[in-house]
T-cell receptor, first 108, second 114 residues
Framework: DAKTTQPPSMDCAEGRAANLPCNHS???????VYWYRQIHSQGPQYIIH???NNETNEMASLIITEDRKSSTLILPHATLRDTAVYYC?????????FGSGTKLNVKP | KAGVTQTPRYLIKTRGQQVTLSCSPI?????VSWYQQTPGQGLQFLFE???????NKGNFPGRFSGRQFSNSRSEMNVSTLELGDSALYLC???FGQGWSYEQYFGPGTRLTVT
């Protein structure tokens, strides 16, 4: 079964890129990697997801290693409003594996 | 478009009581999922309803149950409350079943059991 591990916290300077790592070394071939974030007192918000290829949308980029054992979420220009807990989630139809999340602190 | 709404936002109950939480999905969404979030266990999946049928269930005891109505609104019930049930209960709606569709989360109901 796939498990996810994330660093508990990270700091990033405003305007700089934030790179949030996630380890999912036991992921299987049909399991997707999802990223959500949770700003204090709100429900989680979808960011991006992928299977094998790197993905980019208006919020972020997702880089998945070729062996799929780890991934990195990239926020290209972090702002103070990006301060949140970021969750890496491995999903396969009926099974969810939530990481414990990384608290990203964006500092001015 | 209105987001996912959950009522009540805060609730205090005593051990042994039961509680019902409500979730109204985004208009047009047919799937509603429920999650429990605690500092110790993090975010855990409870169950998912799609077209009034439970489609998926997490590893929670039978004290946790739910249902979905024809208008896609959903309720979650917890019977015989225990102190460990204190948590933030989140619901999420999506257009289709499962996480192939983006999940839109509500603000949650904060349940405190004393």
């Amino acid at each position: 079964d796939a498990k996810t591990t994330q660093p508990p916290s990270m700091d990033c300077a405003e305007g700089r890129a934030a790179n949030l790592p996630c380890n999912h070394s036991t992921i299987s071939g049909n399991e997707y990697v999802y990223w959500y974030r949770q700003i204090h007192s709100q429900g989680p918000q979808y960011i991006i997801h992928g299977l094998k290829n790197n993905e980019t949308n208006e919020m972020a980029s997702l880089i998945i290693t070729e062996d799929r054992k780890s991934s990195t979420l990239i926020l290209p220009h972090a702002t103070l409003r990006d301060t949140a807990v970021y969750y890496c989630i491995v999903y396969n139809f009926n099974k969810f594996y939530f990481g414990s999340g990384t608290k990203l602190n964006v500092k001015p | 478009k209105a987001g996912v709404t959950q009522t009540p936002r805060y609730l205090i109950k005593t051990r042994g009581q039961q509680v019902t939480l409500s979730c109204s999905p985004i208009s047009g969404h047919r799937s509603v999922s429920w999650y429990q979030q605690t500092p110790g266990q993090g975010l855990q999946f409870l169950f998912e309803y799609f077209s009034e049928t439970q489609r998926n269930k997490g590893n929670f005891p039978g004290r946790f149950s739910g249902r979905q109505f024809s208008n896609s609104r959903s309720e979650m019930n917890v019977s015989t409350l225990e102190l460990g049930d204190s948590a933030l209960y989140l619901c999420a709606s999506s257009f289709g079943q499962g996480w192939s569709y983006e999940q839109y989360f509500g603000p949650g109901t904060r349940l405190t059991v004393t």
